[in-house]
């Protein structure tokens, strides 16, 4: 079992996305209002799951990033320093 606080602060990576976050369509994540904040929260999770869908939210103070399947051809770039996120497709 992994303490929560160890997870504080990291890059955290799962198959599934976090409970909470709604994929609309592609390209397009909301936030359910059921979300829990948690205060031992990674500082970005990384998910897949949803092999045609991408997109960006965040959970409280975490950043969510949905990624597609490589197979639909595209890949995100992350900044640490700022959180941003660019999607692009490989050429």
Request: hydrophobic share 45%.
């Given at each position: 079992?992994?303490?929560?606080?160890?997870?504080?602060?990291?890059?955290?990576?799962?198959?599934?996305?976090?409970?909470?976050?709604?994929?609309?369509?592609?390209?397009?994540?909301?936030?359910?209002?059921?979300?829990?904040?948690?205060?031992?929260?990674?500082?970005?999770?990384?998910?897949?799951?949803?092999?045609?869908?991408?997109?960006?939210a965040f959970l409280g103070k975490t950043k969510v990033i949905q990624l597609a399947s490589l197979?639909?051809?595209?890949?995100?770039?992350?900044?640490?320093?700022?959180?941003?996120?660019?999607?692009?497709?490989?050429?």
């Amino acid at each position: 079992m992994v303490d929560k606080k160890a997870i504080a602060g990291s890059i955290f990576v799962s198959h599934v996305p976090p409970p909470g976050i709604l994929v609309l369509q592609q390209n397009d994540l909301a936030v359910s209002d059921s979300r829990k904040k948690l205060a031992d929260s990674p500082l970005v999770h990384i998910c897949g799951h949803l092999h045609s869908r991408w997109g960006t939210a965040f959970l409280g103070k975490t950043k969510v990033i949905q990624l597609a399947s490589l197979e639909t051809g595209h890949y995100a770039i992350l900044d640490l320093e700022t959180l941003e996120v660019v999607f692009e497709r490989f050429k």
